[in-house]
């Protein structure tokens, strides 16, 4: 019985990795070309962190992340005081240089390891290198592993729990890392200490009070902390951090966000509607696919009333197929950029194989231009995730 059992364990997973290959080289031949003209372009850019721009409304140093709360504007009634909040309409004067830098950096970062995973030429683990130096071991251009900063409010705060999610644009670069590391010629010497800077991040992040404030949030912030925690702690294999994020999907994000038709009313009740439910879901797909093992597969995981994220992906997926079927408000911005090529598309297809979730994925727009739909989808370039 016993010896029947383990071939049917190792009969599962060698069915999934050729799953999970046939996957990757579907997608590369439909990506290839593009990234490495985009990878070949990104040879010629140099770093530019933190350290490149500094606001005169931070509180923190050259060193320290900064950026302001999108949908605080001046009052109109006293434009030199405390700003008022206008709900899903971002203020375009505040100061977003630190995250414009953050999501170029992780755009660069995926396109070279995607780049090096099709062609197997160092010459782009090399240049990522000398841009992952500069944020993380160089003391004249690094970024300091906080967020005490982030989504400041003027007159109101100096940095915000809520900032915390903005760390999720450096995912691609962790998954990046967990890619390049492999190439034959890199310095042990400085992967080690950038490793060093995503370990204290993580020290950051569940120790201080924004981030604990962060992590125990409702909504797609509470769902972001986790999915940033999970894969910051896979790059440093924190096994501790990996079992707490697999407890707080199934315990606190799956039965207190999504509801049994699949929707997530929290997200629902934003003035982006759509565009929050796009989020969260990528979200908790990435999750998903980063945490579960043949141990503890989260995939079919399924709370005591049946709910399993299935039932989400299957209620989203219809109004990304035909958004006219969408019966919910429409989006106060941005409702015409929506959807995407969404990752929980490519994710969810790995697992269950669903041929209209890749043939949508395929259609839609990969590499998208507005800066809105660049931010609100950090997982940019799959094959880097699919790739294992």
């Known amino acids: 019985m016993k010896k029947i059992t383990l071939l049917v364990t190792l009969f599962l997973i060698s069915a999934a990795v050729f799953s999970q290959n046939s996957v990757f080289n579907d997608i590369k031949k439909l990506l290839q070309k593009e990234v490495i003209n985009k990878a070949d372009l990104d040879l010629k850019e140099l770093p ?21 709360g999108d949908y605080w504007w001046p009052n109109p009634n006293d434009l ?3 700003y008022i909040q206008r709900d899903g309409l971002s203020n375009p004067d505040n100061f977003v240089k630190h995250r414009q830098s953050l999501i170029r950096f ?7 390891s995607s780049a090096y995973l099709i ?46 999610i903005d760390m999720i644009q ?7 890392i967990m890619v390049i590391e492999k190439a034959k010629n890199i310095n042990h010497k400085q992967l080690s200490a950038i490793k060093e800077w995503f370990s204290n991040y993580l020290k950051w992040v569940t120790t201080h009070p924004y981030g604990i404030e962060e992590r125990d949030a409702k909504n797609n912030h509470g769902t972001c902390w986790v999915m940033q925690v999970a894969v910051f702690a896979k790059l ?8 707490e994020c697999r407890t707080r999907f199934k315990n606190i994000l799956l039965p207190s966000q999504m509801e049994k038709d699949g ?19 990528d979200a908790m797909v990435t999750i998903c696919y ?26 989203m997926v219809p109004f990304v197929e035909d958004k006219n079927r969408w019966s919910y408000p429409h989006d106060v911005m941005y409702w015409n950029d929506w959807p995407v090529a969404q990752p929980f598309l490519v994710f969810a297809y790995s697992k269950y194989l669903n041929q209209s979730w890749l043939n949508t994925w395929k259609r839609l727009e990969h590499f998208p231009k507005t800066e809105e739909i660049i931010r609100n989808m950090p997982v940019r370039n799959p094959l880097i995730w699919l790739k294992e």
Do not use: C
Request: proline fraction near 2%; glycine fraction near 8%.
């Open 290 to 315: 980063t945490l579960s093992t043949s141990e503890d597969d989260l995939w079919n995981f399924k709370l005591d009333d049946g709910r399993t994220l299935r039932n989400a992906v299957d209620f």
């Open 236 to 243: 440093v294999n924190n096994q501790g951090l990996l079992n």
């Open 80 to 82: 030199n005081g405390v």
């Open 48 to 68: 530019i962190t933190v350290t490149a721009n500094h606001s005169a409304r931070s509180a923190g140093g050259v060193h320290d992340y900064f950026s302001e």
């Open 106 to 112: 992780s755009q660069i970062m995926g396109t070279l």
């Open 263 to 281: 929707s997530f009313p929290l997200e629902l009740k934003r003035t982006k509607p759509y565009g929050y439910s796009l989020f969260n879901l």
């Open 170 to 176: 450096m995912m691609e670069v962790a998954q990046s």
């Open 119 to 164: 062609t197997g030429d160092e010459k782009y683990v090399k240049h990522a290198f000398l841009h992952l130096n500069a944020w993380f071991v160089d003391t004249a251009t690094l970024m300091n592993p906080s967020l005490l900063y982030s989504q400041a409010i003027k007159g109101k705060a100096t940095g915000r729990s809520i900032g915390v």
